[in-house]
């Protein structure tokens, strides 16, 4: 609990910090970009023509590392409403398919219930593609993804967690990199590929949700992220709490 903590004022500091700078490194970007774009277009010489392909590259990697960057700040406004976490998997899963290529298998494996939760939805869909993304890049080789849910009763009348799972067949990771991979910036991939935000981002979500996230993985048998919300029941004798002031329509 208390590495949680740290964890989160770490990310709270970062979040705050990054977010100021990122939207004033947007702007300077559009003129380097804009600039470089307007050089560019006459230049005969060949050599002139790369390193001004260059400039272009780095400027439109930066861009995209800002607006991670912003992305990770900004994690207000929450619009929560009550979800069926196997139907967000559904429809999250066609989209899996099409981004993972035609190397990697994506499987559902849902529990036989409705797994409700009071969150927000595009949170979770950002939650489980950011993890998708990470199994992507372990199994180069193709492989296996599996996004799962379970309804998890801790004891008998205890209010339940909603549990989500995605599980790879990929390269696992060593105990010294599983100990840093929610770090802000930390990243295997080295500066081209990874941003070392991703999971940083699915920390903050998940946390901002009153949820956990664990990790199983060991190096060459695959790695599975659990995470825990909350479960809704929408019901005050079971929580022992006035439930939200909202009602599952349909149920
Ligand atoms: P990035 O993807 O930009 O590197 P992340 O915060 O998403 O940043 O991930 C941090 C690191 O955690 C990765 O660089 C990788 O070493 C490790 N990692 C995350 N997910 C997995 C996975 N499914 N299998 C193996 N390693 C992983």
Redesign the pocket.
């Known amino acids: 609990l208390e590495e949680q903590l740290r964890q989160s004022q770490k990310m709270e500091a970062v979040g705050r910090l990054a977010g100021g700078v990122a939207h004033d490194f947007n702007n300077l970007l559009t003129i380097i970009r804009g600039n470089a774009e307007l050089l560019r277009s006459p230049a005969e010489d060949a050599a002139a023509s790369a390193l001004f392909d260059d400039l272009l590259l780095a400027a439109d990697r930066a861009t995209a590392l800002v607006r991670q960057l912003l992305m990770f700040s900004r994690r207000q406004p929450v619009r929560v409403e009550i979800l069926d976490l196997n139907e967000v998997v559904t429809t999250v899963s066609g989209l899996l398919r099409r981004l993972l290529g035609e190397h990697i298998t994506v499987e559902t494996a849902l529990a036989p219930v409705p797994v409700t939760v009071r969150a927000d939805r595009s949170h979770l869909e950002q939650v489980i593609l ?2 998708a ?3 992507r ?3 180069p080789g193709g492989g296996t993804l599996t996004v799962g849910t379970v309804a998890l009763e801790r004891k008998l009348g205890e209010p339940r967690f909603a549990r989500l799972t ?1 599980t ?1 067949t ?4 060593t105990d010294e ?2 100990g ?10 080295g500066p081209d ?10 920390f903050g979500i998940v946390e901002q949700a009153g949820g956990r996230i664990g ?1 199983e ?1 060991e190096p060459g048998a ?2 599975t ?1 659990h995470v825990e919300l909350p479960w809704w029941e929408g019901n005050a004798s079971v929580l022992g709490r006035t439930p939200a002031p909202r009602s599952l329509s349909g149920r």
Request: proline share 2%; glycine share 14%.
């Open positions: 950011n993890l993304v990470n199994a890049d372990a199994m995605v790879d990929g390269t696992g990771m990199v599983k840093q991979i929610f770090e802000p910036f930390f990243t295997t991939k590929k990874g941003t070392g935000l991703g999971l940083a981002t699915v990790v993985s695959g790695t992220f």
